[in-house]
Each structure stands twice: as structure tokens, then as C-alpha cells.
């Protein structure tokens, strides 16, 4: 078992409740990464469900989760032969974190698709794209360790005092262990990125209130192709949109969430 | 009080609980439009709110809802000073229908954008657009009456035979009867146009299973213009995008389902 599945496994209390170990390994400066927390509970929903794979996901924010033991409490709210719907709540210390809307179905790992768009940007070669420097430990940024992130030089820019302008942000992704990305590994994904608003010159923590993310195909092994961007920023709040294309070039996630500007 | 104020009107139990009235006509040939039931339920959650818009919805259709009496049970899950989280069910003979996770805030009506990006597609003027013809009375669409669409004339040659062969709809919007958009019709917008699968040769009932939308930005009066696209149909499964820009210019909803495609 990976780092990764182990850190996100959910284990079967009872038909609706799930435990899981929330790791240390995935904090961001202390709180979770949200998109190790939407792997691990998707764990649990599909565990119970009589489908195969998490084919759309709504997460609300309701507070920044810390390391240890959690629970996932799920409410089957329809179960059919195409597809079941969940209703699932991360809970700490008898307090929700996290509220999420999911559908599962199974997916065709063959299905060839009757219509499909290219990526939104053009990435350069991996050998031309470039890795963050590391954090300083004291920094608590553990979750830079569980990946490589190979970005496409300009949308990190910000880096050293030249933001493109505009939100944006594009990298090749992988863990940093040797595991083939599979939906789970999609859930961290979509919300690995820097925010794309640091592009466009803002800084500091940028809570996500919402993210919503749909698995339109199973990956094929091999680094991930992360395509992120935003279309308005104003009054405080940001969207901000990531593609996943496998290696294979098919789109296989698309994700959006709506975010507050930091105040750093 | 107009019309489509009062379908969606959602007159306060209790707390928690709120009655409404799901309207005949806004039917679409049976079941109802996802789009006004939305604006139903979200009328129920910012009465409960301390805030004034529902800045973030994610709607999960579980089962398609008919004219008549329903409720809306409420779940408050955070009451922040920004923001307020609510979780929403709609209830008909004691059966969940749709649900709902929603964040309220208060948009400040007079924002000047940070950062904006333009429309995804030029629109032609509203003179050269085009009405669809009347749905016949048999057919039980009376969602159509509701509201006025003028299409950009590619986006539905699949009318006539000549689909584009790309998910695409787009058209000017307004209701038909005075009334000037707001949140509330807007959630009705995001959910207005013809399947964009249409333009790409499918066709039949195409439902909805997820639909998450953003409020960016307090409409002006005056037409509003919807612009739909999609990025990959497959396996069954197709995407479709919606933005929504007033009369002013600016981007005041950006929404993203998933839906199944028909069997028509």
C-alpha cells in the first residue's frame, strides 16, 4: 500500500460511518490540504457505494481540518443502476468540516469519447518546466513532499516578482511515490496547484468555500497535465478552474471552486 | 409581485422549514426545470441567512420533481461573519428530491472587478438572433412561455437538421413578463438554454444529475446573454458550461453540470 492510499484510506465502522487518520504529511502550514480531505472521504462514499468511481463531487469548506482521527458520515440518498448519490460530512471532534454532494457510477475505462475538446493551453516540454524551490521545514508545507509539480515557467512568475498578470497556473503532476494516479489521486489534483490568483499578483492563504469536480474518464499511468485559470476576480472572491489531462491526452477531471482573496 | 416571484416563493414554517409552491408552468413537457427549482429553494435559504445572496449552489437532482405542494428543510452549518453555509433539501411526499449545498454572503452591488476576463464567444446583435417556434400545446413545455430566448442562429441549426457538430448554446435572455434579473433568475438562467449536446447531434431528455453555479456579480437591468459550451462527451456523460453576462457587461454567473446524455 502507498503512502498515499494508506494516508487516505477510510475504514468501515458501520453501513454510514467511516474512520479515517487525517496525516500530518498533507498539511499546508497546518491545515489540510482539500484535496487530501475530498480523497479520503471519497473512500468512504464509494466503499458504500454499488458503483465504482466518484463521478462528480461538491465539497463545502466549512473549516480548515488539522491532522488526527475523523469520522466520514454518509446518507445514501439514491441508489440507481446508472448511478447512486451520497450526501457525505467529515466530522472532528463531533463538529462538521466538510459537506459533500457525490455521485458515483462506473465508469468504461475503454470508452472512446463522440466529442471532445483539446486543452485550453498549450504546455512546453516537461525538460523545459520547472520545480519549486523546497519549503523551509519549519514552514509545515509537508504536503510540497508527496508531489512533483513540474511548472510551465511563466505562471510561476509570481515567484520572483513577475506575475503574468492574469490568473493562471500550469504544472505536469505526479506523486512523488511510484503510484499510477487513479480518481483519488485526481481529488488531490484538482486543487494541488498554487491559487491562480497569485498570477495575477495576490497573496497569501486563499480559502476555498466550494469546489466542485467531475471524473470524465479513468487515467492512464504516468504524469498528469494540470491546466489552471480564473475568470473574474472582484469583491473579494475568485474562481478558479483546473483540466487534468492524463498522459494518454484525454481530459479525465475538470474541477472549479470559488474562493476568497488572502489578505497577505 | 411578479409571476416567477411568486412561483418561487418559499413561505417560512419554521426555522428550519419552509413551504412553497412548485408551479406548472415552468414544466417541461412533466418535470419541472431544475433551474426554477433552484430559485425556489434558494429563495428559503437567504431568508434563513443573516446574508443577502447565494454566492455559491451545488444541486444534486436525485428524482424529478412534478407541480405541487413541496418543502424545503434547511441545515444551517456555519454563520460566519463573510459567509453563512446551508444545506437544503427539497421534500416532496416526504421524499428527497434535490439537494442542495449553498453559501450565502452579501455582494457589494458596486465592485469594480480586480481582474476580468471577456466573454468565451462573441454574440451577434440581438436584431439577428432568433426565437424558436412556439412548443405545441400537447407537448406540456410551458417553461417556454416563461421566458424570451433570441439565439445566436448556428446554435440551434440542429432544429433544422444543421447541428455544428461542437456542444454549443447561446442566446439573449429575459423573462417574459417585466421583470429585472436578480440572483434568483439567474439561477433559472444558468439552467434555460437547450442542452448543448443538442448542437453535437444528440437528442431526447437530457437530466441533470449535478449542477453547481456562482453568483459573481449583481445583474443589471436589461437582457441578459447566456453563453453554453461543453468539453467532452463520453461514456454516456457530458458537461455543460453556462455564463451568464447583463446588460452592462459584466460576468454575473458562471455554472458547470454534469448530465447523462438522452436516449432520443
Not at 487518520?21 to 487530501?36: E, F
Not at 466518484?54 to 480548515?64: C, D, G
Not at 485526481?186 to 491562480?196: G, N, R, S, T, Y
Not at 469536480?213 to 474562481?239: K, Y
Request: aromatic residues 8%.
Amino acid at each position: 500500500m502507498t503512502k498515499f492510499d494508506e494516508a487516505t484510506q477510510a475504514i468501515r465502522v458501520d453501513d454510514t460511518t467511516y474512520d479515517v487518520c487525517l496525516d500530518d504529511g498533507y498539511s499546508i502550514g497546518g491545515p489540510l490540504n482539500g484535496g487530501y480531505l475530498m480523497a479520503a472521504m471519497l473512500h468512504a462514499v464509494v466503499d458504500a457505494s454499488p458503483h465504482a468511481h466518484p463521478v462528480s463531487t461538491s465539497a463545502q469548506f466549512l473549516r480548515v481540518a488539522r491532522p488526527g482521527p475523523a469520522r466520514v458520515l454518509l446518507e445514501p440518498l439514491k441508489t440507481g443502476r446508472t448511478a447512486a448519490m451520497t450526501r457525505a460530512r467529515l466530522v472532528q471532534d463531533d463538529a462538521p468540516f466538510i459537506e459533500m454532494l457525490v455521485t458515483t457510477a462506473t465508469l468504461d475505462g475503454e470508452a472512446a469519447p463522440d466529442w471532445a475538446d483539446g486543452p485550453s493551453a498549450v504546455m512546453p516540454d516537461l525538460a523545459d518546466c520547472v520545480r519549486l524551490p523546497d519549503p523551509k521545514p519549519e514552514s509545515n508545507m509537508n504536503f510540497s513532499a508527496q508531489m512533483e509539480l513540474a511548472f510551465d515557467p511563466p505562471t510561476i512568475g509570481w515567484l520572483t516578482g513577475a506575475p503574468t498578470g492574469r490568473p493562471e497556473s500550469r504544472a505536469y503532476f505526479r506523486l512523488a511515490e511510484p503510484q499510477d494516479p487513479d480518481p483519488y489521486v485526481l481529488a488531490l489534483a484538482v486543487d494541488a496547484l498554487p491559487p491562480v490568483v497569485f498570477s495575477a499578483g495576490a497573496r497569501g492563504w486563499a480559502p476555498t468555500v466550494e469546489l466542485t469536480w467531475h471524473l470524465r474518464a479513468l487515467p492512464a499511468p504516468g504524469w498528469l497535465t494540470l491546466i489552471g485559470g480564473g475568470r473574474l476576480i472582484s469583491d473579494g472572491w475568485f474562481d478558479e478552474e483546473v483540466e487534468v489531462w492524463d498522459s494518454a491526452g484525454r481530459l479525465v477531471a475538470q474541477s472549479r471552486q470559488i474562493a476568497r482573496l488572502g489578505r497577505g
